[in-house]
Every structure is written in structure tokens, then in C-alpha cells.
């Protein structure tokens, strides 16, 4: 216990940890902020950068970056109308009505202690159930790994994006690239065409770049002369009244961000969304009408998504399965160090495990800090031209595509995903499913073919050892309703019952 | 989840690319180990890349069944593939292909300069400025904070 304590405090008592989490949360904040710039991107680029760096000095400056990340898209959601992040969303419905109103500062001040609170919420939510997932994960077989990772890429393809069929084919195409390279097992060469620059693989982090920061840069060229909005600030602290009432929405909110954000694979984008909805429902006599600012409208899809950011290092840091697109990324910095993020990550890096859950605290620190000071200095660095920003974008994904090996090869493949990621955005795909794919496809092959082999080649006893284990049962049935819910059939079952309670509603 | 009724430009077309990429993906991972055995190398990648084909299929039927774009290849060229993107994706070739040569700064400078100049159209000198700063903070950054090694061009001996 005391020992936890000690790692807990590391980056709060090194002079220059601390200053790394305060950095990373500052820089986090902007890069939210501005849109075209995603946490995604700045986490996989910073990634490629900071990988000759220690262990803890990299999970600082990353750990801040996700928390202010996160939490930045709120402010242009209010101040412009334009969410700086797809977790933002929801914010915009009721933050930006309230600056029409003129109430912008009142709403900034708001969202950001209700963020903090909702980001400590997702922190002890990591440092109590995590210990206990871990324990619970040990009993966890390579079919239940295979089916969790299923599970994950399918959540991920089914609640982003236009259709079904275009997440699992992004989720497929992302195992794909992933198994480029030679076997782990066998030292066979997949998808090689013999050729040397081939073998060694597709580094991961190069992919991410591509498609997280050049195609997003390319599709941000649609809307390079967006007219930038001006507001006037004025009280940013937050009344202590306003606080205590919209606490209970905050609980509500901050608990329904933390499991979803624990899903694998869906993060605080999705949570913002269904936090809103939920507290649209559970407001009767909302003061002022939701979407024409709200506050509870603003402190809800706020306090969950922040609340997220710790529930989505839940299931990376014990089962080794990212929680969202950012663990997805965060978990290639942590292969990158060495690391292997699962059950025994409690096991054998304790200290890694408490680390985190220490920075991620303090991060959330800085967040008030930084959140509550500074907002007009804020405002004139969002409103840096696109036409800046882009070439900028480009050159650190081409810096950051080169570092990871230094090897000029890994530039052209940036290009070559940036490129195809950019047409696959155009035609409504979401590349969140790519990477979860790239991340978790060798860990699937790799479970699955252990299970396989554990099952003796025989395909009878392969299926059979999913029903009669009540773990795999339990995630089979999980990955077949998700799955079915998305089918035709599942179509046709939900139409069937709207239909009845039409029908039912017509007769009474 | 939207329905939209009418396909965007070159939809069909990159539907029937997909498809043809699934297939050929697909033949390249049944070449790894064939139906040889069920925890050989390539059954994954042919679970994977049948899931391709699978799904491809599916979102090539959806787009044959919405209503065609219309405007044909200049609606396509002027939603999908504005000038805008192209050229940037040809500066950004460009510069990759600079960089070896160049070196990282040279290459760096001059992508910064052509392209903001090409999206920002402002006077020259203010690019240019804009440009060095840019240049300046990366440079800095990079090798003072990141220490990432910065390809060297093999023009000028590596000097920059």
C-alpha cells in the first residue's frame, strides 16, 4: 500500500515530471482546441518523438496531452460553435447558445471544473477497479483475449461512422496491416512480396500518423477559410451556487463517461453523446430549455468525457486492449518502451501501473489551473489560419513518421495511408477501427491461433471450449447481440418492436 | 448512422477499388499457408481479408442501390479531388522526395513557403516570415526538446 503511494507520487514530487504533466496538459488544451488538430494526432505524433525517452518522462507528457486534449475541444465548442474535438460535440448543443447569450466565461469557468471533477471520478474509477480486472483477467484464456478484441474493433465499427459494413471492413483492413511482416510464430513471411523493407512490418505509429494527422490535414483543406468568431470573456471562475447544484448532473454524468469510456473501444466522444441525452431525460424542469444553453446540457457530455479518459486506461493498462482511438495509441508507445500492457502489468511494473494513475490526477491539476487562467491569450491562438497550421501538421507527421527509424522509407508510407485515409473519410469510412485493428490484429492472430492449437486443429472442440467455459460463453453472447443488432435481422427485431409499441400507444 | 440517398462523386468507383483490393488481398493471404491446416500463418489473414471482401461487397451493393452523383468526373474533381488537395498532395510528395537531397530544413523551408503561400495568399514577405518562424520553432523543438535526429540532404555535404 505504501509502496503504491510512493509510484502514486513520483511525478508529483519531480521537479521535472511535474513540469512535463504541466506542459503536456497546456499543449494538450491548444491542440484540443484548435480544430483540425485531434488528441489522436498529437498523441501519435508526439509518440514517435518522445520513444528514445525514459518510460515515465514519455507517460507524463502523453498523459497530460490526453487530459487537456480532451478537455480543449470544449472551448471553441462555446466560443465558435465548432467542437475542437469529436468529444465536444454535445458540448457545442448548449455551450455555444450561452455565449451568444453572452454568458461565454460563466460557461468556460463551468466546463472546466466540472471536467476536472468528472477526470478525478474516471481516476479513482482506474485506481479501484483496475487492481480488481487484473485479478479477474488472470483467469482470462487466449479465446476470451480473441473475443475482447472483437469486440472492441466491432464496438468501435459500428457506433462511428455511416454504416456497418464500412467499420468492420476499416477494422479488418487495420488486422491487415498489422500482419504485415514476418510471423511471431513461425518467421513466414505475410504480405512480404519478398521484398527486405517489408519484413520487419508497417510500424504502427507511422500508420496512425498517416491516417490520423496527414488525411485528417487533407480533409481539413475543405474548410480552410472558415470565419473565425469573436467573443467577449468576462467571469470565468464559477459561481459556487452553480457548482453545487449541477454536482449531481456532474455524478451522473462522470459515472455513465467512465464505463463507457472502460468499454473497449468506445471512448469519450460516445460518452459525451449518451451523457447528454441522458441528462436530457433526466432534467424535468430544466431552467433554461436544452439547446438554448442549458446548463446542464454543458456540465453533462463535459464531465463524461473527461471521466473517460480514466475508464479507457482501464481495460489497456489490465487487459492490454485500448478503451479508445488514444490508448489505441498509447498502447503502441507503451510496446515502443517495452512494455506489455495486460493482467500482469500490475504484476511486474506496479510501479507503472500507479505512475499513471498519479499523472493522470495531477494532469487533471493543471487542467483547473490552466483552465481557469490565461482564456484570452487562449483565444488568439486558436484563431491561427488553417493555412498555417496544415503545412505545419504535415511537416511534424513527416518528422514524426521518420524518427520512430530513421529510416526515409517509413515517410512514403505516411504519405501512402494519409492519401488513401483522406478518400476513405471522404466516402464516410472512420479510421478509429483501422488503428484499434493494427494495435489489436497480431494480438488476435496470435490468441487465436493458441487457442486453436489448445483445442488440438479440432474445430468441434474449438467451438466447444467457447460454449463450456463461462467467460468465453458470457463475451461470445456479448460479440454475437452486438453483432446481430447490426444485421439485417437485428433490423427487422428492432422495427418489429417500434412497431408494436406504436401500435400500442395508438390503442391506449 | 445516415441514409443518404444519392452516392457522393466516385463513390461507386472507390466501392469497386475496395473490392478489388479485398480480392487481391485475399489471394495474397491464401498464397501464405492455403487451407493447409487451421493455426497456420495465413488463416487469420484469410479470416481478415474474407471479412474484407465480405463487407466491401456489402458497401458496393449499398452504393449501387443509392441514386447515381451526377456531374460526372468534374463533380468529382471539384468535390473529391479539389485542386486545393491535389496540389498539396503534390507538394507534400514533392517535399518527401526533396528531403533526401535537401536535406530536412531546406526541404522543410521551402514546403512551408510554397504551400502557405498556396493556401493563405498573402504578400510573399509575410509567408516568408511566417515560414521562418514555423521553421525556427521546429527546429528548436526537435532538436532541443526531442532530440530527434533530422535527415541531412546530401547536397552541400550534410550542412544542413
Known amino acids: 500500500m505504501l509502496e503504491s503511494f510512493g509510484y502514486l507520487a513520483i511525478s508529483w514530487l519531480d521537479p521535472w515530471l511535474l513540469m512535463l504533466t504541466a506542459a503536456g496538459t497546456l499543449a494538450g488544451i491548444y491542440v484540443g482546441a484548435i480544430p483540425g488538430l485531434s488528441v489522436t494526432m498529437a498523441v501519435s505524433i508526439l509518440i514517435s518523438f518522445t520513444f528514445k525517452w525514459s518510460v515515465n518522462d514519455a507517460l507524463a507528457l502523453i498523459a497530460g496531452v490526453f487530459v487537456g486534449g480532451v478537455y480543449g475541444g470544449s472551448r471553441t465548442a462555446i466560443l465558435l460553435n465548432i467542437p475542437g474535438a469529436p468529444s465536444a460535440i454535445a458540448t457545442a448543443l448548449d455551450g455555444y447558445p450561452m455565449a451568444k447569450r453572452g454568458e461565454a466565461g460563466e460557461a468556460v469557468g463551468l466546463t472546466t471544473v466540472m471536467s476536472v471533477f468528472g477526470g478525478f471520478v474516471g481516476v479513482a474509477a482506474l485506481a479501484l477497479f483496475a487492481p480488481l480486472l487484473a485479478d479477474f483477467a488472470l483467469m482470462f484464456t487466449s479465446r476470451d483475449y480473441l473475443l475482447l478484441a472483437m469486440i472492441g474493433i466491432l464496438l468501435v465499427g459500428t457506433l462511428s461512422g455511416e454504416s456497418f459494413a464500412k467499420g468492420v471492413f476499416a477494422g479488418a483492413l487495420g488486422v491487415l496491416i498489422g500482419m504485415v511482416g514476418l510471423d511471431p510464430m513461425t518467421a513466414e513471411g505475410r504480405f512480404t512480396f519478398d521484398t527486405i523493407t517489408l519484413m520487419g512490418g508497417i510500424p504502427y505509429v507511422v500508420a496512425m500518423i498517416g491516417f490520423f494527422g496527414v488525411a485528417e490535414a487533407f480533409v481539413q483543406l475543405h474548410q480552410l477559410d472558415l470565419p473565425a468568431v469573436k467573443q467577449k470573456i468576462d467571469r470565468v471562475i464559477p459561481r459556487l451556487a452553480d457548482v453545487r447544484r449541477y454536482f449531481r448532473v456532474a455524478m451522473r454524468a462522470s459515472g455513465i463517461g467512465t464505463v463507457i469510456g472502460a468499454l473497449p473501444g468506445t471512448g469519450g466522444d460516445i460518452a459525451a453523446l449518451l451523457a447528454y441525452d441522458d441528462a436530457k431525460r433526466a432534467t424535468k424542469n430544466p431552467e433554461v430549455p436544452f439547446g438554448e444553453g442549458a446548463k446542464e446540457g454543458l456540465v453533462a457530455p463535459e464531465a463524461a468525457n473527461n471521466a473517460a479518459v480514466g475508464g479507457a486506461f482501464v481495460p489497456m493498462l489490465t487487459l492490454g486492449i485500448p478503451g479508445d482511438a488514444v490508448t489505441a495509441v498509447i498502447i503502441g508507445a507503451l510496446f515502443i518502451h517495452g512494455l506489455k500492457p495486460g493482467p500482469l502489468l500490475l504484476v511486474e511494473t506496479p510501479h507503472l501501473f500507479w505512475f499513471t494513475v498519479g499523472n493522470l490526477a495531477l494532469a487533471n491539476i493543471f487542467l483547473l489551473i490552466f483552465g481557469l487562467t490565461g482564456i484570452r491569450i487562449f483565444t488568439k491562438i486558436v484563431e491561427c489560419p488553417k493555412a498555417i497550421l496544415i503545412p505545419l501538421i504535415i511537416i511534424l507527421s513527416a518528422v514524426g513518421s521518420y524518427a520512430i527509424q530513421n529510416n526515409p522509407v517509413d515517410i512514403y508510407w505516411m504519405l501512402l495511408f494519409g492519401v488513401f485515409g483522406y478518400f476513405l473519410k471522404v466516402y464516410g469510412f472512420q479510421v478509429g477501427p483501422v488503428i484499434l485493428g493494427v494495435i489489436l490484429g497480431p494480438m488476435m492472430d496470435s490468441n487465436y491461433r493458441r487457442a486453436m492449437i489448445g483445442a488440438r486443429n479440432d474445430p468441434a472442440t474449438f467451438i466447444w471450449d467457447f460454449l463450456s467455459h463461462p467467460i468465453s460463453c458470457v463475451l461470445l453472447i456479448a460479440f454475437l447481440a452486438l453483432l446481430i443488432s447490426q444485421t439485417p435481422l437485428g433490423r427487422l427485431a428492432r422495427e418489429a418492436w417500434r412497431g408494436r409499441r406504436a401500435q400500442g400507444r395508438g390503442a391506449g | ?160
Open chain 2, 1 to 160: 448512422m445516415s441514409s443518404r440517398a444519392q452516392r457522393r462523386p466516385g463513390e461507386l468507383a472507390f466501392a469497386v477499388a475496395l473490392l478489388a483490393l479485398s480480392l487481391w488481398l485475399f489471394g495474397e493471404a491464401f498464397k501464405i499457408s492455403g487451407f493447409s491446416g487451421l493455426s497456420t500463418p495465413g488463416v487469420f489473414p484469410m479470416l481478415a481479408s474474407g471479412l474484407m471482401v465480405a463487407s466491401s461487397l456489402a458497401i458496393l451493393l449499398k452504393a449501387l442501390a443509392m441514386s447515381p452523383a451526377g456531374g460526372g468526373l468534374r463533380q468529382f474533381l471539384a468535390d473529391i479531388t479539389p485542386l486545393r488537395q491535389t496540389v498539396m498532395v503534390v507538394l507534400v510528395g514533392l517535399y518527401i522526395l526533396a528531403m533526401p537531397w535537401l536535406g530536412f530544413l531546406a526541404a522543410s523551408g521551402l514546403f512551408l513557403f510554397v504551400s502557405i503561400q498556396f493556401l493563405w495568399r498573402r504578400s510573399p514577405w509575410l509567408t516568408a516570415l511566417v515560414s521562418l518562424a514555423g521553421l525556427a520553432a521546429i527546429h528548436v523543438i526537435f532538436t532541443l526538446v526531442f532530440q530527434v535526429v533530422l535527415p541531412k540532404g546530401t547536397l552541400l555535404q550534410g550542412l544542413y
